[in-house]
């Protein structure tokens, strides 16, 4: 078991309740099935998540960068705190106070700069490895992207992937690290992704939780193979709340490490973030225009809980 570097002491993480149990039908989509699209768009309204299979990722970038990410979090602690300048964090999550039952390496998707300065902590090979998984989840989501535009007749077709495959876009990845513990923790608190889509990848350790429409929690049962989407804060936005930013959490499974992997794919700084004009016949907006740059600064700081779309919803003439 992975030694967080201060003790955990348990007081500051009571016992949390998962949903005992509690699991609904994920929708699945087979990316192969010529009606993908009509079920990614029914499972963006309804849910706000589902799970891809069919995906085309090559299973091996995958597990050999879970097997790298694995043994660095096996490092002792003093090691692994050498890499807090390039993203590693333990416990605290955000800048506003919130903690979780996690270890992660957290940074931007444009890993040049900061791979060669770690070269000593996280190795070359390492680097590599999330190129290539980044490069091949990033392709999945702008597939899924262009997917929900044919599907909504949005024009052009690339309207919505465009701002993934941009060379600036703002894009993050997350490797997330549970250690296993003998009770549930709250790993993750809940939160909705301020992006447009988010892509998890988890070992088979479970914890991931959503909530749905009527607020109840539900868990989502692991699978290596396949891949999670979370529909984040922009995309509501951009449907003008057709598609529903998803609340999900993590609550750590007794005695299974869970190693998560996340792109959070999000536009370039400047983009302007308003509902698409195709799906505006005749419709108000109900968002305050903002750009994601504007967004995202009012987001981080933010606590991981607060209702971040609020700060841009028009009120109610
Ligand atoms: C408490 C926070 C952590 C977070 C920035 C924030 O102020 C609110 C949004 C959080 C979140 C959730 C999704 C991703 O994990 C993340 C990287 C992001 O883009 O927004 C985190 C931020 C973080 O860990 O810094
Ligand atoms: O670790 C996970 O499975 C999900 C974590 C998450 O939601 C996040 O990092 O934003
Ligand atoms: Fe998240």
Known sequence: ?????????????PAIKSCNGNSTHIPVVDLSNPDAKTQIVNACQEFGFFKVINHGVPMEIVTKLEAQALSFFKQ????????????????NIGRKG?????????????????????????????????????????????????????????????VLSRLLSDKKSDSFFRINHYPASDRNELGFGEHTDPQIISVIRSNNASGLEIAL?????????????????????????????????VK?????ESLKER?????????????????????MQGEESLYKEFT????????????????RISFFEKSPS
Not at 1 to 13: A, R
Not at 76 to 91: D, E, L, S
Not at 213 to 234: E, L, M, R, Y
Not at 248 to 252: E, F, G, L, M
Request: aromatic fraction near 12%; charge should be neutral; proline fraction near 6%.
């Open 1 to 13: 078991m992975v030694v967080l570097s201060q003790p955990v002491e348990h007081v500051n993480f």
């Open 76 to 91: 002792p602690q003093n090691h692994k705190n050498k890499a807090a300048p390039f993203g590693y964090g333990n416990k």
């Open 98 to 158: 919130d903690t979780g039952w996690v270890e992660y390496l957290l940074f931007g998707t444009d890993t040049q700069l900061i791979s060669q300065n770690s070269l000593t902590i996280l190795p070359n090979d390492f680097w590599a490895m999330v190129n290539k998984y980044l490069s091949a989840v990033k392709n999945l989501a702008c597939e899924i992207l262009k997917l929900m535009a044919e599907e909504l007749n949005l024009q052009p077709k690339n």
């Open 213 to 245: 429409k009527d607020g109840t929690w539900t868990q989502v049962p692991a699978d290596p193979s396949s891949f999670f989407i979370t529909v984040d804060d922009c995309l509501q936005v951009m449907t003008n709340g057709r598609f529903r930013s």
């Open 248 to 252: 999900h959490r993590v609550i750590t």
């Open 259 to 279: 190693l998560s992997m996340i792109y959070f794919g999000g536009p370039p700084l400047s983009e302007k973030i308003a509902p698409s004009t195709s799906l």
């Open 292 to 307: 994601w740059g504007e967004y995202k600064k009012a987001a981080f700081n933010t606590k991981l809980a607060f209702n």
